[in-house]
């Protein structure tokens, strides 16, 4: 059983960069394809971005593509969600995932079967 948890949340000005990480145990996480999700408030929880198990193939939402980077270090069981040129939109709690299935990646909840609790991004003016 994979435990994820996520870390370097916090409160930024509009603009500004925040890296998250999301380290796993219980597992090798070099098996397992990876995402981040996000969920403002009164909203549902949406895509941010995928990465393959060894991380050659990345995808992501249109809303942060070109500002945001996921990455992994499969030797320190970590990934990383390196975010740039954050917006007031970007606020939400994100949570990273680990899938058991055998694709590439996956783009939505039900590709994922482990998740971290999450940790709260807020972006200001």
């Known amino acids: 059983q994979v435990q994820l948890v996520e870390s370097g949340g916090g409160l930024v000005q509009a603009g500004g960069s925040l890296l998250l990480s999301c380290s796993a145990s219980?597992?090798?996480?070099?098996?397992?394809?990876m995402g981040w999700f996000r969920q403002a408030p009164g909203k549902e929880r949406e895509y941010v971005a995928a990465i393959s198990k060894r991380g050659a193939s990345t995808d992501y939402a249109d809303s942060v593509k070109g500002r945001f980077t996921i990455s992994r270090d499969n030797d320190e069981y970590t990934a990383y969600l390196q975010m740039n040129s954050l917006k007031l939109e970007d606020t939400a709690v994100y949570y990273c995932?680990?899938?058991?299935?055998?694709?590439?990646?996956?783009?939505?909840?039900?590709?994922?079967?482990?998740w971290g609790r999450g940790t709260q991004v807020t972006v200001s003016l």
């Open positions: 219980g597992g090798a996480i070099s098996e397992y394809p």
């Open positions: 995932a680990a899938s058991r299935g055998v694709g590439l990646y996956y783009v939505t909840e039900a590709g994922y079967q482990y």
